[in-house]
């Protein structure tokens, strides 16, 4: 594997404002910062395309398992392919859950759950300002 993508505070938040990121974009990416429920751009958003990595463009999941989870945060059943996300125990907020992060940048993007649908199981709960959606 690769060594993760390094830059400094100054430089995302630069790179992320040259994309026309969401505000919250570096705060959420950079900071674990969680976006309201029902806010996000993606939230409901079913067209088909690929949904990356707003820092460094990394395929993160495929529209084909992305699911109305009714959490208000966009949600998936699977990574586009394995390895593409980065697991780690979260205790923030006196509650122990799985954080997800790009594994190519470290980006913060949201939450897996064991309470998804068939045939994985996972809820991938991202909050859409960690995304850029590219269209097929």
């Not at 463009?57 to 586009?80: H, R």
């Not at 759950?113 to 097929?136: E, I, Q, V």
Request: charged share 25%; net charge negative.
């Amino acid at each position: 594997m690769s060594a993760k993508i390094q830059k400094t505070d100054a430089e995302w938040k630069a790179l992320l404002t040259e994309k026309g990121a969401e505000p919250v974009a570096f705060n959420v990416t950079r900071h674990a910062a969680t976006e309201r429920p029902f806010t996000g751009k993606y939230e409901d958003n079913y067209a088909e395309g690929t949904y990356r990595c707003i820092c460094c463009d990394a395929e993160l999941f495929d529209s084909s398992t992305k699911f109305d989870a009714g959490c208000g945060w966009p949600s998936f059943s699977q990574e586009v392919k394995e390895g593409a996300i980065e697991e780690h125990v979260d205790k923030a907020h006196g509650m122990t859950r799985t954080e997800t992060v790009c594994a190519n940048c470290g980006a913060h993007l949201g939450h897996v759950f064991p309470d998804g649908p068939t045939p994985t199981g996972l809820r991938y709960c991202m909050n859409s300002a960690s995304l850029d959606f590219k269209p097929r």
